[in-house]
């Protein structure tokens, strides 16, 4: 199912939507005589990208999922335990280690650990799944954070949840009634907080790698297509299609996934600072 649901959003989101829209557009042009429809296709191809491209419309369609949590402030009550979510991950020797992470992972773990180190004792829980490499996310995330002085005994490795849904549920067997603060980007934190409540949990909601700025004041930044608005349009579309999944599980209700025993990095042979 988890395969499945990638394979359907990947040929729905934006770029390869328009692209595909454009060549069936083609292919009327070369093999058929209806060129009006042909070409009706091929122009709605080549103007959608210009305008999911375009920074009025990506930024008024991201920015209010990245307005919907404001950025986390520490409270008196002690967090227990932070939870950063994983988002992608390279394994390249010919990489710093800090360069293996996606920036979106790179940014969540910078924001985790922050709020980790305003309340010492608390733990720092990363997931993420491998995605078809012999390192898991929290594997390579736990990697950074080490190297970046996070102590050994304060992290926690879920090693199999694919996506938010599973890390819910996973977080849920760890975390119990403590406080819990979750690190995710901001565009992707109302589905997560939603996610994590609807297995009983009620987490402080941390987010990062905020992306829409409606401050962009130079016009050759402002009205020019970029692949950074692009990038807006699809995270809105993402999460769209996300919300959409949540509803429909709902309604399917499928089989509650495998709960994961957390690790350590000394439980890792392959977790080092270097």
């Given at each position: ?6 394979i359907?959003s990947?040929f ?110 608390s ?17 390579m ?13 304060d ?53 990062t ?46 089989k509650?996934?495998?709960i ?15």
């Open positions: 199912m988890f395969e499945l649901k990638k359907v990947t729905l989101m934006p770029l390869p939507a328009m692209l595909l829209l454009g060549l069936f557009g083609l292919m009327l042009l070369w093999f058929t005589r209806r060129k009006g429809l042909a070409s009706f296709f091929i122009a709605f191809a080549f103007i959608g990208i210009f305008l999911v491209s375009f920074q009025p419309i990506a930024t008024s369609l991201l920015r209010p999922l990245e307005k919907a949590y404001p950025p986390y402030v520490p409270s008196s009550r002690a967090v227990e335990y932070v939870m950063v979510l994983g988002s992608g991950h390279v394994i390249d020797n010919a990489m710093p280690i800090t360069s293996q992470l996606s920036r979106t992972s790179l940014m969540r773990l910078s924001e985790g650990i922050r709020i980790h180190r305003l309340f010492p004792g733990k720092m829980i990363l997931s993420g799944y491998g995605g078809g490499t012999e390192t898991s996310q929290a594997r995330m736990a990697k950074v954070a080490l190297a970046l002085g996070v102590n050994k005994n992290i926690l490795l879920l090693e199999t949840a694919k996506d938010t849904w599973e890390e819910a549920f996973q977080a849920a067997s760890v975390v119990g009634d403590k406080k819990l603060v979750v690190v995710t980007s901001a565009s992707h934190m109302t589905r997560a907080i939603n996610e994590f409540k609807e297995v009983g949990l009620d987490p402080a909601a941390a987010p790698n905020f992306l829409a700025s409606n401050k962009i004041e130079q016009p050759w930044e402002r009205y020019r297509p970029q692949a950074k608005y692009l990038e807006q349009t699809e995270r809105y579309w993402y999460e769209k299609m996300g919300r959409w999944w949540q509803q429909l599980r709902t309604i399917v209700k499928p509650a996934p495998e994961q025993e957390p690790v350590t990095p000394e439980q890792q042979s392959d977790v080092k600072t270097s």
